[in-house]
């Protein structure tokens, strides 16, 4: 690949300080509203299947992927004092049977304090001595990895630390810019294996490829749909054989660079010209709504307005009859785009803080009527977020509109059309800006192509 995502990028490395200063700045808070002068933050425990000694693919706690960038690294800590290095106790362990990480390497080294420890019962050493004084983060299954440490993911400082996380550092977005290119590379790369007529899971094979990432790697599984599949939000069933005849295709994929995701929807026909016109449709009514994002824009309004932008489409597409606040109204564009118009993005797909509206944890409902709205904040500048809308011909949503005064909005026999097509969704992921916003997904398509 021509984009280096290694440790060697030089973008991540002149970020990367800033970034540990305002980690630093939001544990401080943190930390104050606990009354404690120590943050523990546990990189989580692999998971082992019942009965079995399978261990699940691991993922890390997004708090500790915060800090530094190891996606890999089971059972070890990072220990944060105000005044001081933040400490990572680094668990390198003598084993034979599994592969163990490597030695500390990479742009991030500098700004810690690094101990390796070689067991488990060796962290308690590198751990504050006053535990009365810490607070833990982190999913903790057995009490021995909580060293004695009583007060564990206090609400206080979580709802500090996730809506801070809405806004990212400099070094947070050139992480994402870079997982957006490793993206894009892999959509280009599934659309040229669709126009060939592979399976779903040939295609996903392919996507896998050109990111040089395995399934366990992604940030999240693969939506691969071909046809009617494409009517599934979070189908990820894989076909093994190819479909009778082949009509449109529709990913959902994303990858990931030191632990940052992104979040990448294209909808494409293969050979019927009605629906590659509203592919292409779509598409131009998803940029204007990219369009409107900026800080200061409250992205409920947003998302309002695009149900109204989208019952145009409708119309013009022969799926439904009336005006934009009647189909809005009765539910219609609800049945055929049922889903929120984005989410924020970062160290998880759906980043934490996306409801709320102040660091005390208050939260802000979702508008009524739009129960799946996964951002419900105020934009603010250098947040990073989703812009996703879809229409999709979804049976069991179209039909409870029978009966009620949306059933006559609905034009059937359109539906009968766009039913083996399964539905479009268009995905781009945005950074907000004062007076607009980047549009990571495009520029990594142009960048690629």
């Not at 546990?42 to 708090?63: E, R, T």
């Not at 550092?169 to 126009?195: K, N």
């Not at 739009?370 to 951002?375: E, M, S």
């Amino acid at each position: 690949m021509s984009d280096d995502y290694s440790d060697k990028n030089p973008s991540l490395g002149i970020h990367y300080p800033a970034h540990i200063q305002e980690l630093s700045a939001r544990h401080d808070r943190a930390l104050a509203s606990s009354g404690a002068s120590h943050v523990v933050i546990f990189s989580g425990c692999p998971k082992v299947a019942f009965l079995d000694d399978f261990q699940y693919p691991f993922k890390p706690n997004a708090h500790f992927l915060g800090w530094a960038p190891l996606t890999n690294l089971p059972l070890s800590y990072i220990v944060y004092s105000p005044g001081e290095a933040p400490r990572i106790i680094y668990y390198l362990p003598h084993d034979y049977w599994h592969p163990v990480p490597g030695q500390p390497d990479g742009y991030w080294t500098g700004s810690f304090d690094i101990r390796i420890v070689h067991s488990i019962e060796d962290v308690g050493e590198h751990l504050p001595d006053n535990r009365d004084q810490c607070i833990l983060i982190g999913e903790i299954d057995d009490p021995a990895h909580a060293f004695g440490i009583e007060r564990i993911n206090p609400t206080s400082a979580i709802n500090i630390l996730h809506y801070a996380r809405g806004v990212k550092t400099d070094y947070e977005v050139a992480c994402m810019r870079l997982a957006s290119r490793r993206g894009a590379r892999g959509h280009v790369a599934a659309e040229a294996a669709f126009r060939d007529g592979l399976t779903e899971f040939e295609i996903h094979q392919a996507y896998c490829q050109a990111v040089s990432q395995a399934d366990n790697e992604l940030p999240y599984s693969n939506i691969i749909a071909l046809n009617a599949h494409g009517a599934i939000l979070h189908y990820t069933d894989l076909d093994r054989q190819p479909p009778e005849e082949t009509r449109s295709f529709l990913i959902d994929a994303g990858a990931q660079v030191h632990g940052y995701a992104s979040d990448i929807t294209r909808t494409y026909s293969f050979n019927d010209m009605r629906f590659a016109a509203l592919v292409e449709r779509m598409d131009t009514t998803q940029l204007e709504i990219v369009s409107k994002v900026r800080a200061g824009v409250d992205y409920r309004e947003l998302h309002v307005d695009a149900h109204r932008m989208l019952a145009g489409v409708l119309v013009d597409a022969g799926l439904a009859t009336g005006d934009p606040d009647t189909l809005l109204e009765t539910g219609v564009t609800s049945a055929f785009f049922p889903h929120g118009l984005g989410h924020l993005l970062g160290v998880q797909v759906h980043d934490a803080g996306g409801f709320m509206e102040n660091e005390a944890g208050l939260m802000i409902d979702p508008p009524s009527g739009h129960p799946f709205l996964r951002l419900t904040r105020v934009l603010k500048e250098n947040m990073v977020l989703t812009i996703e809308p879809g229409i999709y011909a979804i049976d069991m949503l179209l039909e409870n509109l029978r009966g009620t005064p949306a059933e006559h909005h609905v034009i059937w026999d359109g539906v009968d059309w766009l039913r083996p097509f399964g539905g479009i969704r268009i995905e781009d992921d945005v950074r907000v800006m004062a007076d607009g916003c980047e549009n990571l997904t495009r520029d990594a398509f142009a960048a690629v192509h």
